[in-house]
């Protein structure tokens, strides 16, 4: 049994009984208002669940109760579980407690990105904590990755093509992608074609990754297999992709917050069918997400004027479809995993009470506690050990070029006109960068401009290669950083006059914590607030750490390979060994 996907036949068998009154369902929810996603109707029934499934939705009540469950839902209005289809299940937070804080708010099915498997653990593990994440009561599917989202020294290690197709056949895999080495694609690159074709052979979707492309460049994309796309920033860029015949999730994330302008946009276009649209938070940190996923989504849709019906559709519904599920999950029917949310309002989507798999995640507003499920140190995920160590050599600064921040995630390069052989860079507002390999055997020595240029030291394994990057206008308290990192086991640390100011343990492989959300997001704040003091002017430090190593996004980039130029793709100073 994979997800839920598949029940053996003997339990096929005992769901029929319960319809032939031969033995009683587990919970029977009665007197519903409920969403009938296919005829976009309101509907009185009364439900039946058998543990995970829902067996019955019709006008009858089972012949036989045993000692089955019954609620009476009068006044109350069912929707199927919300979906999200674009997944960074890794985002600070760890994928378990990622997937119960969303269910908590009605998220009970999560599409996630497979990146951090694919660089942490090898074939077998992966596969291994992925079918073990079967046994919560979310659903989780998964990508099959086709790249690494940067310039790694040895990128045939973890992408290939005999690993790659075993990612694609695994059945907890449901879409190829996310597709950020497009551009290498449209340049010619077979074997990247051929993987697309593969997973079109499948019946498995391909998600692009194409912010701001013409109608040519989506129509060659089109033609070589993408089938999905979460990148437009415009209510016209989203109507172009669904002409061309994609699939097009609105986004709503910490760095493009862009839901309520597509929405205006769309609906001033007189577009009357949202088909093929659905809802993501594309990776939200912890805070961004404190209120819920995609319920969070609906409510702006809902309050912004999409039709409601078809907004909980765009939620559930249409991303079910758009993954091959929607005999499985994204609506309330019969054989359907029980995923259901209890609203007191319709037009509220934030729910009252949430089934998962046939469980009370949520009972009245009353959280429904579960015990952990993963046992991390099966699979060798534990804090990181460094047997190597930072010192003054290292912080050697002679290269011409920097990183000037544009905004949180985009990077270009500038002249430094000032001498950087110097301990402390004063308030000059340039700060010492250096990337360094994760066991210690290279670095990539440069500066950057824009990044809390008033704080001593930054040391962050959290980062789009996993290694770790350093960034601070002071040696002495970079150096600091660097011990205090290697004390809890990989994270965030700041340092400033010789002081830890904060900090965020990220004791499971140095890139994701064993915290609950709402632990998780104290501690985010705190260091969040220090970096604003320090001059952070932007919305979201932790993707400015994660993505300055990550080469889907313009304009330069540090990376193992050395400084990028992203647009020419040519390194313009190699990484230096050490």
Excluded at 177 to 193: I, K, V
Aim: with cysteine.
């Amino acid at each position: 049994m994979i997800n839920g996907l598949n029940w053996r036949n003997r339990e096929l068998r005992q769901h029929v009984k319960v319809i032939d009154g031969l033995a009683a369902p587990t919970l029977v929810l009665k007197n519903t208002t409920y969403l009938n996603v296919y005829t976009k109707q309101w509907l009185e029934a009364n439900i039946w669940i058998f543990n995970d499934r829902i067996i019955y939705v019709g006008e009858q009540l089972p012949k036989r109760l045993d000692d089955a469950e019954v609620i009476d839902c009068a006044g109350k209005y069912l929707v199927p579980g919300y979906i999200e289809p674009h997944a960074h299940p890794f985002q600070l937070a760890n994928p378990e407690a990622l997937a119960f804080h969303a269910a908590r708010f009605g998220t009970t099915t999560l599409v996630n990105d497979s990146l951090t498997w694919n660089l942490t653990l090898d074939k077998k593990k992966a596969f291994s904590i992925i079918e073990e994440f079967n046994k919560l009561p979310i659903s989780m599917y998964w990508w099959a990755r086709f790249d690494s989202q940067t310039a790694l020294h040895d990128e045939d290690e973890f992408y290939n093509t005999p690993d790659v197709l075993s990612w694609l056949s695994h059945p907890n895999v449901v879409q190829g992608g996310e597709l950020t080495a497009w551009p290498s694609l449209l340049a010619g690159n077979d074997r990247l074609l051929y993987w697309i074709q593969e997973a079109k052979r499948l019946g498995k979707p391909v998600e692009g990754h194409l912010p701001g492309a013409s109608e040519k460049t989506l129509t060659k994309m089109k033609l070589l297999g993408v089938s999905a796309d979460h990148e437009a920033m415009t209510g016209e860029e989203v109507i172009r992709r669904l002409r061309l015949g994609y699939s097009a999730a609105l986004r709503y994330s910490v760095i493009r917050p862009d839901l309520p302008i597509l929405i205006e946009e769309i609906l001033d276009s007189g577009l009357k069918n949202f088909d093929n649209m659905m809802l993501t938070m594309d990776g939200p940190t912890p805070a961004f997400m404190q209120k819920g996923i995609i319920n969070v989504c609906l409510e702006i849709a809902i309050e912004k004027g999409i039709p409601l019906e078809e907004a909980y559709r765009m939620a559930s519904y249409n991303a079910a479809k758009h993954f091959h599920l929607d005999e499985h999950i994204g609506s309330i029917a019969p054989g359907r995993v029980a995923h259901i949310n209890i609203l007191t309002d319709k037009t509220n989507p934030h729910p009252d009470s949430v089934l998962a798999k046939g469980k009370w995640i949520l009972r009245e507003q009353q959280v429904q506690e579960a015990e952990p499920i993963i046992n991390w140190d099966e699979y060798g995920i534990g804090p990181a050990t460094f047997d190597w160590d930072l010192d003054k050599g290292d912080l050697q600064f002679s290269v011409p070029i920097g990183l000037e921040m544009v905004n949180n995630v985009i990077v270009k390069p500038y002249s430094i006109e000032m001498d950087i052989n110097v301990d402390d860079l004063g308030a000059s507002g340039d700060q010492f960068l250096l990337l360094m390999d994760r066991k210690g055997t290279w670095r990539v020595n440069t500066t950057i401009r824009g990044f809390a240029p008033d704080i001593g030291g930054i040391a962050s394994s959290f980062s789009a290669s996993g290694d770790i990057v350093f960034i601070g206008k002071n040696k002495k308290d970079i150096l600091l950083s660097w011990q205090r990192l290697k004390e809890i086991g990989g994270g965030i640390v700041i340092v400033h006059d010789g002081e830890v100011l904060a900090e965020i343990p990220l004791v499971l492989n140095g890139f994701i914590s064993k915290e609950s959300i709402g632990n998780l997001i104290k501690q985010e704040e705190k260091l969040k607030d220090c970096l604003k003091e320090a001059g952070y002017n932007f919305s979201d430090p932790f993707y400015s750490l994660l993505f300055l190593s990550a080469t889907h996004l313009p304009f330069l980039r540090i990376t193992q390979q050395g400084l990028v130029d992203i647009k020419n793709r040519t390194i313009l100073f190699p990484a230096t060994m050490r």
